[in-house]
Structure formats: C-alpha cells, structure tokens
C-alpha cells in the first residue's frame, strides 16, 4: 500500500537504485550537463519538499528536511549548478540533516524520461518489451542454485534485485523447488540491493507449513490508515520445507527488501544470518520525476517488525554469526559440516 498521488509503478525503480547512480556518473563524465536555472532550481526544491511534506513517515524529521532545503537555497547554495551536481548537493544535505540512505536525488535523462511517459500514460509497447527483456537477461535477479549431496545442502543465489512479476515468481518458484529436498538451505542476498517485498514473502511462505502463516512486516506511513500488515503467502507452489534449516547470508551492500527477507526471518527465529551488518535501508518509497533529469527516490513506509516499531533503518540487520560478507557462504557450510559431524559422533 502506498499514497494514492504515487503510481505502484514507480516503486519498481527502487530495484535499479545502485545503477543509475553509477549512469549518473557516466553520463556526466561523456556530455556536458547544462546548468539549472534559479527558477528550475525553486521548483524541483518545491516538488521535493511538498513530497516530504505529504508523504515521508516521520514528520518532524520531514519538516527538518523542509527547512534545511530552505535555508541552502536562500543562502544561494543551488545557483549555476549542473543538473548532476544539483542533485548530488541536494542528496548531500538531506542526508546530513538525517541518513535515510533511500532518500536521493539523481540525475538520469533516459529514467527521467520513462518515467515522466509512466505518469503521463504514454509508455509505448517498445519501453515495456526493453525492460522484460533486460529482466529476463538478468533471470529476475537469480544467479544460480547448486546442490550438493553430500551435506544436503541447497545453495540459491539471488544478487540481482527482488522483483515482482509473474515470471519472477515462477524464477522463484523453479529455484525453490529444486532445494526442495534439501536439509540445508543456503540462501545468498549479498550484494542484493533490494526491490519488492513481496518477493521475500513468498520465498518465506516456503519454510512455513500451509495453514501457518506468519506475520512477516508491518509498514508505517504518514497516514495510519495506509498501515499494512505484510503476511506470507498462504500458497506457494511446489514442497515447503518447514524443517530444513535455513540460512542467508548478507553483507553491507544487501539493501532494503532484501534486508527485509534477512530481518523478518532472523526475527521468526527461522534463519540464520551470516556475513555483514546490512545496509540500514528500511523505508520504501516511489520514483518521482521532477525536473531538468532530475528523479527522486521519495521514501514513503518505514518498515518495522510486527507490532512493534523496531526495524533496520539505520542500523541495519545484525548478523547472527558475525564475519566479513566475503566469508559468508564458507562460515554456513562450516556449520553445517559441523553440526553434521557432531551429529554422526553421537550416533556412533
């Protein structure tokens, strides 16, 4: 659930965050970047702070926000910027007045420009069969799924977003069900950046018996009424494994849903989490376009455990077995050959 004045669209841009950061870059260093006008300059602080205003979560951190923008542009600290400095000096003291690492401005003509056609209704079919072929490419984010006999053990990779469409369930779905008789799960989210949660609610319907549902996340917006209890899914196709033992390995790069799937499941006392303290992204929200190629990433529901305001924003996902994110995947199959050993001493 979101604000009405949001199209569920643009939600999806959350997925590629890291990437156009990194166009941003590129683009500036290959043409020159026209200055914004004073002008300019006004509305899109105008459209950033009326965005924090309705919609952010936290409204005395909004109204903080508000004020330092304010202040920056009477003290003339936005005139004769090029776009892609504009917006790395917006993002900049936003995140001086508070560190929501999901609160940012970019620069990005080719994103500005899908996604105004978004909002204006005039994507074209060719827009549409480009971004289901770049999914496809990247396999809706799953790398690989290796198993091995020996110990048991499933080992599914998913470095490249959480997405939500039908193929991307069925992506899901085709891993799941061949780790499906698997004593050990390992699943590998380092590097993953984020993007839908309803990815991570299906993958975890898969550890639940039917019948079993668990509240998984709670999400906070400005207005309580657009409060959302997020539940697993009551169906998932394919064999639960309910009794396998689970573990997810993350690092400091593993972003905002993805953070979500390791944080729920560490709370539910179903998983074990290994690598890095994550990223401390816990507040979802929407692209906006605004001006000039400018987008921002509007944060608009802080996510939390169930019935209780505790989340990750901010401080990220503790690790349960605390090691550098690079060692991850090494520490969870040392564990497991461990507790295997252990358990074929005693039956001796």
Not at 77 to 96: F, G
Not at 129 to 158: H, M, P, W
Not at 269 to 286: E, F, L, P, Q, Y
Request: proline share 5%.
């Amino acid at each position: 659930m979101k604000p009405n004045c949001y199209k569920p669209v643009a939600l999806l841009g959350l997925l590629s965050l890291p990437l156009f950061m990194s166009a941003q870059t590129t683009t500036a260093a290959k043409d020159a970047v026209p200055v914004v006008s004073k002008d300019a300059t006004h509305e899109i602080i105008e459209k950033i702070s009326k965005g924090l205003d309705e919609s952010y979560p936290f409204p005395d951190i909004s109204k903080k926000y508000i004020a330092a923008l304010k202040s920056q542009e009477a003290k003339k600290a936005y005139e004769n910027l090029p776009a892609d400095q504009l917006a790395k000096k917006l993002t900049k003291d936003l995140r001086e007045v508070h560190k929501d690492v999901h609160l940012t401005i970019f620069f990005s003509k080719d994103y500005f420009e899908q996604l105004t056609r978004t909002y204006a209704n005039t994507s074209t079919p060719e827009d549409e069969q480009k971004e289901l072929e770049k999914k496809r490419r990247n396999n809706y984010g799953f790398d690989a799924v290796e198993l091995d006999k020996k110990t048991s053990t499933a080992y599914i990779k998913i470095s490249g977003g959480f997405h939500g469409e039908q193929e991307a369930f069925e992506m899901a779905a085709n891993a799941m069900n061949m780790a499906a008789y698997s004593k050990n799960i390992i699943i590998d989210i380092r590097d993953n950046g984020g993007g839908t949660g309803m990815m991570g609610r299906f993958i975890a319907g898969y550890f639940f018996n039917p019948g079993d549902e668990r509240y998984y996340l709670h999400g906070y917006h400005k207005d309580r009424t657009k409060d959302i209890q997020e539940w697993t899914y009551p169906f998932v196709p394919g064999k639960r494994m309910p009794d396998s033992k689970l573990y997810i390995l993350v690092n400091k790069r593993t972003a905002s849903a993805t953070e979500g799937f390791a944080f729920a499941m560490q709370k539910m006392h179903r998983a074990t989490v290994i690598g890095d303290t994550t990223a401390g992204a816990g507040i979802a929200g929407s692209m906006i376009p605004l001006k000039e190629n400018l987008v921002v990433f509007l944060p608009v529901k802080m996510v939390a455990a169930p019935d209780s305001d505790q989340g990750w924003e901010g401080i990220g996902v503790l690790p349960d077995v605390a090691v550098k994110g690079e060692d991850a995947r090494t520490e969870a199959e040392r564990i497991i050959k461990k507790e295997q050993e252990e358990v074929a001493a005693k039956t001796k």
